[in-house]
């Protein structure tokens, strides 16, 4: 046997009792004992990259770049779901008392604006009826916000009988509602916010003419036996503990004795109907109970609710 022969020879048994696939692999260096140059990025993956069998990782790779280390995630500690934003209310209520104030400013420059002399369409006056409400539908958002106490002056039952008359006999009438207002002594006075006062008392107009037109079981162009919609506010005051006691009685509303127990709460299933009519019934209740008074509601055995508000003469 000749010297070549030999070691090709020698070299199968090699390969067969090393289990080699390849012999060309005996002549290169082994990589496994090689260490890894210092300093090397794995391309294509974070440094930090650890396999994880989550649904969503391929999705948190893409949006790493290969040098990100991920920040910790800290622990909820309250009962907010994950995606919930905590609503500041020193931002929501600033900005809702602006937008109320640019309302009423624009209201006071229509009104200047319009002849004098000369009587506006229906259709401006309903424009001009909408127009108010929105604005006290803002204003009583923001009131809601609002968490100082009312700035009280001297105001008597016939002021406040007067200004709630030019606002809401308006908006009942061009809705076909019945209004009427009354006071047993015009003079009495209380200590309050008069302009709180009203948009609470004109609110809860607004608030009942809503829930009015948006109640499909009051249609009395289908059944002739329904007695017509009307809004009667008695102003009474008390000489004992002195307060003036306000009633705002509609003998065809409809509230359920579970919505009487929620009436000043702004519940979404109560008023799904009629939403503006929960913002604005819980901003009046919010102003009583601003002034040291109280909001009640009462459902009538026969039929319709009163609404009461009682503001007390002093704080």
Known sequence: MNEPAAGDQITEELND????????????????????PAGRIREGLPATFRMRHDAHYVDELMSRTAHDTPAPVPERTDSRAAGDAPVSPTLTGPALGLIADRLESLVTHQSAARPQFASPSLIAQSVQVEFLR??????????????????????????????????AAPVARLAGIEFD????????????????????????????????L????????????????????????????????????????????????????NGGDDYRGAPAAGVLLAAAAHIVRAHGGRADVKRHAASGATITYVFPQTP
């Not at 002594?185 to 829930?211: H, K, R, W, Y």
């Open 17 to 36: 009792s090393l289990h080699l696939t390849d012999a060309d692999n005996l002549d290169g260096t082994d990589d496994a004992d090689e260490e890894p």
């Open 134 to 167: 929105v604005t006290r539908l803002a204003r009583a958002a923001a009131t809601l916000q609002q968490h100082e106490p009312p700035t009280r002056v001297e105001v008597s039952a016939r002021e406040i009988v007067d200004a709630s008359v030019r606002a």
């Open 181 to 212: 207002i009354s006071v047993d002594d015009a003079a009495f006075e209380i200590l309050a916010e008069p302009s709180q006062v009203v948009l609470g008392l004109v609110g809860t107009v607004d608030a009942v003419v809503d829930m009015l």
């Open 214 to 265: 948006s109640d499909p079981r009051r249609q009395p162009g289908r059944d002739g036996r329904q007695p017509p919609a009307r809004i009667s506010i008695s102003l009474q005051t008390v000489r004992v503990r002195p307060a003036i006691i306000i009633d705002v009685f509609c003998p065809t509303l409809i509230v359920g004795g579970g919505q009487a127990s929620r009436f000043f709460e």
